[in-house]
């Protein structure tokens, strides 16, 4: 498990990996303020993610609308597990990561 | 967080044995009529919880010995298996393992047996004609784990009509801190059939504002599924207190399900705050149409929300005795008023009582437990031993509804399994005796249970047969409890049956023998203050009766006066007060008897049973009291009004005066002796029938409670 926080001039860069539950959640909460409060693009790279929780859904469910709201740039990037996939598709979260797709 | 989750595996500890006991009592129950689907379907149901909450709990192991058991019974009800006893007995061994594992790491706990349990499912694989998978022994069948044998036969579906079941479900605050996660859950809950799923993130806050250990997603969703409501609210029964759960039926049952997703497929759409992504036609259909027919109100099924608490015994228990000391205190503050001419003290006095009495009665109410559970572990204990003894035995249960105080009913086990025991021992005959004697070859071994008045009488009686009376004589004359040639009355043959190391069997055995267990019974209910009644036919068995209080914290009470001396009698044993004169007494020609509208009611005056001195006034009162050998008056002096008792134990060095069940505090700071009106005809009753015979009995008794009442009962703790 492991969450990062990258920042270059012009973008904020947090990056998962492995399972984002529970026990990361306070961690990456942490990291999306500092990352919505940058001013910055944000970006949130999933590819690393084992695993994710309700509480990590909620978090960038609520970051995207914090940086929206603060007409910033919010973009997930790249492809999710399959496993993490499935898992959110069965719970009806999916589209809260991935708006687009249910389009 | 650690903590936490270490609670919420105490709570699944807990909720796991209710449902082992369910389980249990559901297999010997499909043990005796073996064609019952329902049974089967309540064993399937047992064991997928068992196993889908094992698993998201983190007891792996137990989750996936608990999955080939629940294969097994799934090749049951689709009609591949059928039951027989080899199944049932394995299963029950099973069981057994599940417990082991449950409370592996518990202090004192019976460790489990791989070995054991490897046996078990060789067995059980044969039986289904499976091959050996060692994934499924090895790997947990966690629900929403994906693995194949998780969705292999935790369907929870009955072979019923489908039909479609709206579920609301919204995790609480501590919903996560607790360790459980919806995803799993609902994932399981998909394996049930074809669901679709609409998650909502209307409450999640900005992010600034989020708790980020709290989970603000709720689900709304759509079951379709032949499975019945129990197996639905069973995927959800270890986190039901810390979530808001609603499951309401959608549509009436049908044998199509041709608009239904198929099972194990989640149809899904999206919600975020108010507004509904358009791929969840049905769903959307199905809530829209559930909402139309109230009239925009949702219909709740009032059932689901009959929601329960789950509470620490300990943390109930000083609940009542917080409220057992506000009882003790609002009767001083009713003593106090009522000595000051203060109207608006009197009022607020009245007040604080009525509200207490109401606290009180609910305080205790809510520690009243049904005696079904301990009744229904004793199956087991029967079924087994009948198998050891090679006896066939069944046993009958009437009253488990029967609700006493669970004080008592903690402590009710180990007397109740001795009694069982040696019923089965030594009351119940081999099957080939019981046909030389004309019997029927299965003997009934039957647990009863009924209020009677504030007393609760437990009962255990078996038609085998019956206690050799002389055998007892017997043996106590040779162990020196009793003279040679002495006449004893059955009541106190019956009670050598009960002292320490007494025993007639004639050999020791695995079972009982050894004089120890009945011993234990008096011990017990010796603690409790109650008391032990047998009776016995030769020939046709043997009933014995446990008389116990129904509550040891607080009851209704009568107070009473003699001399300066008081008394409690507990009311609910009280049917009338009357007043007795001087001219009654002659006219009853100075036999204590009184005639209340005709009944001839025979009464035992407390000042002499007592020993208190005179002077007694012209008019007493008679306290026509209920026992269990009918109508009996107690004369005291005066009476002085209801009261709420709250009862203090005796210290040991009273133990043994047993027509006193305990004490109390009045409020003027004065201590009361709580009279046992059950003991206390009994003990008159063998006081006038020892008189007869010459003998003085209780004597001492009667006058340590004659000091006690003048001397003050200071022993009250």
Redesign the interface.
């Known amino acids: 498990m492991g969450i990062t926080l990258k920042q270059s001039r012009k973008l904020a860069v947090i990056r998962l990996e492995g399972a984002i ?3 990361a ?2 961690e ?2 942490n990291l ?2 500092q990352a ?1 409060g940058s001013g910055k693009d944000v970006r949130v790279a999933l590819d690393g993610a084992t695993d994710l ?3 990590a ?3 960038i ?3 995207r ?2 940086a929206e709201g603060a007409g910033v740039a919010f973009t997930i990037f790249g492809a999710v597990q399959d ?1 993490v996939s ?11 990561l991935f ?1 687009l797709d ?1 389009c | 967080m650690a903590n936490k989750a270490d609670q919420f595996k105490i709570a699944f500890r807990e909720e796991a044995r209710e449902v082992l006991v369910d389980l249990e009592s559901a297999l010997l129950e499909l043990n005796e009529n073996r064609a019952d689907a329902e049974l089967v379907g309540r064993v399937f149901r047992a064991l997928h919880t068992i196993k889908g909450s094992g698993a998201m709990f983190g007891f792996e192991n137990l989750a996936a010995f608990t999955h080939n058991l629940e294969s097994a019974f799934d090749e049951v009800r689709n009609g591949r298996l059928e039951i027989g006893s080899e199944l049932i007995d394995l299963t029950l061994s099973a069981l057994d393992q599940i417990r082991a594992m449950l409370e592996e790491g518990e202090a004192g706990a019976p460790q489990s047996d791989p070995s054991a349990r490897a046996e078990i499912l060789a067995k059980v694989r044969h039986l289904t004609g499976r091959p050996e998978k060692p994934s499924a022994g090895d790997k947990p069948a966690a629900p929403g784990a994906g693995t194949e044998a998780g969705c292999e036969a935790g369907t929870g579906i009955d072979a019923g009509p489908m039909r479609e079941w709206s579920i609301h479900f919204a995790p609480g605050a501590e919903f996560m801190l607790n360790g459980a996660n919806p995803l799993l859950l609902l994932r399981e809950l998909g394996q049930l059939g074809g669901l679709s799923v609409r998650a909502s993130m209307a409450a999640v806050p900005p992010l600034g504002e989020l708790d980020p250990e709290r989970c603000y997603v709720s689900w709304e969703m759509v079951l379709a599924t032949a499975a019945e409501r129990d197996a639905i609210r069973d995927v959800f029964i270890f986190v039901e207190d810390c979530c808001d759960l609603t499951i309401e039926a959608a549509t009436s049952p049908t044998s199509t399900a041709d608009s239904i997703p198929a099972k194990g497929q989640a149809s899904i759409a999206a919600q975020t705050g108010s507004a509904v992504a358009g791929t969840a036609d049905l769903t959307a259909r199905v809530l829209e149409d559930q909402r139309a027919t109230s009239g925009g109100r949702r219909i709740y099924d009032a059932p689901d929300h009959a929601s329960s608490l789950r509470v620490p015994a300990a943390k109930l228990d000083q609940f009542v005795n917080l409220v057992g000391e506000l009882v003790t205190v609002q009767a001083r503050l009713s003593e106090i008023a009522a000595q000051r001419d203060d109207i608006e003290i009197a009022a607020v006095s009245e007040e604080i009582e009525r509200l207490t009495s109401s606290l009180r009665e609910n305080s205790m109410n809510i520690r009243m437990m049904p005696i079904r559970a301990t009744f229904e572990k004793f199956r087991r204990l029967v079924h087994d031993l009948a198998r050891d003894l090679g006896k066939n035995v069944e046993l009958t249960i009437e009253g488990a509804d029967t609700e006493l105080d669970k004080t008592v009913i903690d402590q009710l086990g180990d007397p109740l399994m001795h009694l069982i025991r040696n019923s089965m021992d030594h009351g119940v005959e081999p099957p080939d005796v019981r046909t030389a004697r004309g019997k029927r070859p299965t003997a009934t071994i039957h647990l009863s249970a009924r209020h009677s008045g504030a007393s609760v009488l437990i009962g255990v009686s078996d038609d085998g047969g019956g206690i050799d009376v002389e055998a007892v004589e017997k043996r106590a004359v040779e162990r020196g409890l009793v003279a040679a040639g002495a006449q004893l009355t059955e009541r106190e043959a019956f009670a050598l049956l009960f002292q320490p190391g007494f025993s007639t069997a004639k050999q020791i055995t695995d079972v009982s023998g050894r004089g120890v267990g009945m011993d234990v019974v008096r011990q017990r209910v010796d603690s409790l203050r109650g008391s032990i009644d047998v009776t016995s036919e030769p020939g046709l068995g043997t009933r014995v009766t446990l008389r116990l209080p129904l509550t040891l914290a607080i009851i209704d009470g009568l107070l009473v006066s003699i001399g300066e001396a008081s008394f409690v009698l507990p009311l609910a044993n009280i049917l009338e007060c009357i007043e007795l004169t001087r001219a009654d007494i002659e006219r009853a020609n100075g036999k204590h008897m009184a005639n209340v509208r005709g009944e001839i009611v025979p009464y035992i005056r407390l000042r002499e049973h007592f020993n208190i001195l005179p002077p007694r006034p012209e008019i007493e009162q008679i306290m026509v009291v209920q026992t269990e050998q009918g109508h009996y008056g107690f004369v005291v002096d005066r009476v002085l009004g209801n009261c709420q008792t709250v009862i203090k134990n005796l210290g040991r060095f009273y133990r043994h005066v047993q027509v006193v069940s305990g004490a109390t505090i009045l409020g003027n700071g004065t201590v009361a002796l709580i009279l046992d009106p059950e003991r206390l005809a009994q003990d008159a009753v063998r006081a006038i029938s020892h008189r007869a015979r010459g003998r003085p009995a209780g004597a001492a008794l009667r006058a340590g409670i004659g000091r006690e009442a003048k001397g003050r009962a200071q022993a009250a703790s």
Not at chain 1, 86 to 95: D, E, F, I, M, V
């Open positions: 539950d529970i026990a959640a306070a990456f909460k999306l303020l919505c929780d309700a509480t859904v909620q978090l469910w609520a970051a609308r914090s496993s499935s898992a959110l598709g069965y719970a009806g979260l999916h589209q809260f708006p249910a």
